[in-house]
């Protein structure tokens, strides 16, 4: 028995469970795409439209949940400043020339071009002014044209590689034959939104290394002194160079009941392992010790708690000199003494004990090595026919909507090969 299914304007259609027996679907497909996220569908419309019938199937309910939550809602789709250097891989040189390929220009073009209004929020980076839910359906009116075949509640059991090269896939409502098959199953966090280790299984089922995966851009845990020091002060927010193993990020910081997240510490995030240094530069761009010195040359009777409330938040400012910093009037601070408290204030010592994990991860790091792809195609060296795109590869953006480009890239770099 076999069916049609098509992405009509509405989104893409349930798989149709099966009655009886496994049903058998060997309608042709030239590729088949695992996973209806923003790596995938780029990839099924770029192969469509150049004229290849593509199925892209999906075991959530809808189709790119994670863009839905993507950016508060209004999803940073893109970096205008993307480059190589803010990606992490274990091969640094695997992600430029798919990123070459497809530039953030080429998707504002699309996004233009349907009529999405966005903006710049900073640092290069776009949302769209009404909501992510108009980027899901200006990739679904983009499959529809193209005539992509989507379904979701589609759950895959296994898949089989033939003798004669073509892939087939068992589902719970029947099998699949295709030539080409694209795994954009995506990454391991949030769970709750469809995330799944199919992609990582299946690349080892198929000869692939895939190199250890954690939680990127998350918030950090505190536990024993720096937990209870701070905790009470969750919802304070204050700028700071977050640094760690040569890499810092200067934004803001804020402390939450488990310990500190802010757009500083889940891009170093991606940087930290438990047991590495982590600095916080509490007065970014200012220079401690003038500020320190210049107080107390023209206020001399004012106490440090003072005047550090004055370029910190007040509760933040008392509190580091609670149990940090010993507070008294400028004048009787000796200069080895403010020399380390400055040293203090330029390089706080934050001890972490951990990340939360893939629950609030926005990424996962790590996942299939690029050793083992092409990076123009990225097709499998080991099997030809198979290509692994977007979050499941190696390759991990930083925040500010550069994984979505990657996304996009990947899948791009895919859809013209298939
Ligand atoms: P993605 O996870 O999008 O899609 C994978 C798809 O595969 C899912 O639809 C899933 O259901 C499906 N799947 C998984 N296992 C399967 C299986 N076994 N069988 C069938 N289907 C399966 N990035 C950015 O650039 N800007 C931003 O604003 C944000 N914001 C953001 C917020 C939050 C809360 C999160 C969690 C993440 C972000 N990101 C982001 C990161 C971004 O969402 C992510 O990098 C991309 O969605 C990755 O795209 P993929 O297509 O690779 O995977």
Redesign the pocket.
């Known amino acids: 028995i076999s069916s049609t299914w098509s992405a009509g304007r509405s989104g893409a259609t349930p798989c149709p469970r099966a009655n009886g027996p496994e049903r058998v679907t060997e309608k042709a497909h030239d590729a088949i795409v ?9 990839a099924a419309i770029t192969a469509a439209q150049r004229g290849l019938r593509v199925l892209v ?4 309910n ?6 839905l ?4 809602g ?6 205008t400043g993307t480059t190589p250097a803010q990606y992490l891989s274990a091969n640094p040189h695997f992600c430029k020339s798919a990123l070459a390929r497809y530039t953030p220009w080429h998707f504002i073009e699309l996004v233009e071009r349907h009529r999405i209004a966005y903006h710049e929020k900073e640092l290069g ?1 776009l ?1 769209c002014d009404e909501s ?1 839910k108009l980027i899901v359906k200006m990739l679904l009116d983009e499959c529809a044209t193209a005539g992509v075949e989507v379904r979701t509640q ?3 059991e296994r898949v089989e590689h033939l003798d004669d090269g073509s892939f087939r896939l068992h589902t719970a409502q029947g099998r699949l034959v295709t030539p080409s098959l694209v795994i ?4 391991l ?2 769970p709750s ?7 990582y299984t299946l690349a080892k089922q198929f000869g692939h290394e895939v190199l250890p995966t954690r939680a990127g ?1 998350v918030p950090l845990t505190l536990t024993g002194k720096h937990a209870e020091r701070l905790q009470d002060l969750a919802g304070v927010s204050l700028p700071v160079e977050a640094r760690c193993n040569d890499t810092s990020f200067r934004n803001f910081m804020l402390v939450t009941h488990r310990g500190i997240s802010g757009p500083s510490i889940l891009q170093v995030s991606s940087y930290w392992q438990p047991g590495d240094d982590l600095r916080l530069d509490l007065l970014p761009g200012i220079d401690a010790e003038a500020q320190l010195r210049e107080w107390q040359a023209t206020r001399r009777d004012a106490e440090l708690k003072t005047l550090l409330a004055e370029v910190l938040p007040k509760r933040f400012a008392q509190r580091l000199c609670e149990h940090w910093i010993a507070s008294k009037p400028l004048r009787q601070y000796t200069p080895p003494e403010l020399r380390g408290i400055a040293d203090l204030l330029s390089s706080w010592p934050l001890i972490a004990s951990g990340t939360e994990g893939y629950r ?4 996962t790091l790590g996942g299939v090595d690029s050793d083992g792809l092409s990076s123009t195609t990225m097709m499998s060296r080991h099997v030809p026919g198979l290509y692994f ?5 190696d390759v ?2 930083w ?9 996009w890239a ?2 791009h770099a895919a859809g013209t090969a298939l």
Request: charged share 10%; net charge positive; hydrophobic share 40%.
């Open positions: 695992i996973g209806a996220g923003a790596a995938g569908l780029m199937v999906d075991h959530a809808k189709v790119g949940k994670k863009i939550m993507s950016g508060g209004r999803c940073n789709f893109t970096n980076q949302f992510s589609c759950t895959i954009a199953s995506g990454g966090s949030i939104m469809g995330a799944s280790g199919f992609g851009l609030t991860a926005e990424v795109i977007g979050e499941v590869v991990t953006g925040l500010g909507g550069y994984n979505f480009q990657w996304a990947s899948g």
